[in-house]
């Protein structure tokens, strides 16, 4: 038989050890990016967003390299030189680490413009190799303009949404997420091998590229899309 007392102890124990599933602890840190990713090149992979359309993600080529705050040696003066290069030295916050991750990450390079077009004709307004970026929304996750304005404002963090003829290279900046979907449909079903290039603040561009098959069930989804919609 449990007693109140044993169902105490038990609950107890059962409080002490999810503490200890959720460890919290804090890091002092002069700037907000606390890890950069510097790669040389893209990878493109294709999924579906929330709407079901097919989508294009930038994700770094492997291998790249990861230096941090807590980085030794040549990493350190690395990691120290890009916090100066991007102004980002007067954070000065405790950052919180769960079960021991935490603190912001940007990749480097930063891009500084965004192009993408189809080897076939996308439409009369498209033809091949043309630029489609009128036709297609960017999701991004970019800081910089956050350090820029000395870290005052929260609301430039997080996930922002705009089409990507308007993306600006401050948009493209301290970048942690880069997603792209089409708003409109080909003329025709079909498959269509889709190039992603970025070109970067040192002269470099980045080019990938993926097939997307836009099949009928793509096209009665994006006759539906509504941007406003998108955005709620």
Known sequence: MITRANKLLLLLAGLLLLGSCNKVTYVYSDSYIMYYAIHDGI??????????????????????????????GEDKIIYDDLCKKHNDLSYCREVPFFNGVGGAIASYPDYTSVSITSNSNYDEEHPAGTPLNDIIICEYCSSYLYVLGGY???????????????????DLMLQARLVFFFTQNPDT?????????????????FTATCTMDFNEENLKNLDNFSYDNYRK
């Open 189 to 205: 079903p079909g498959r269509h091998d889709i190039t992603v290039s970025v070109t970067t603040d040192d002269g470099r561009t």
């Open 43 to 72: 990878e493109i992979w294709t999924n579906k967003n929330k709407l079901g359309q097919h989508l294009l993600e930038v994700r770094l080529k492997k291998p790249f390299k990861s230096v941090s705050y807590d980085s030794k």
């Open 152 to 170: 005052a404002d929260e609301s430039l963090l997080g996930t922002k949404i705009k089409p990507l003829i308007e993306v600006t290279p401050e």
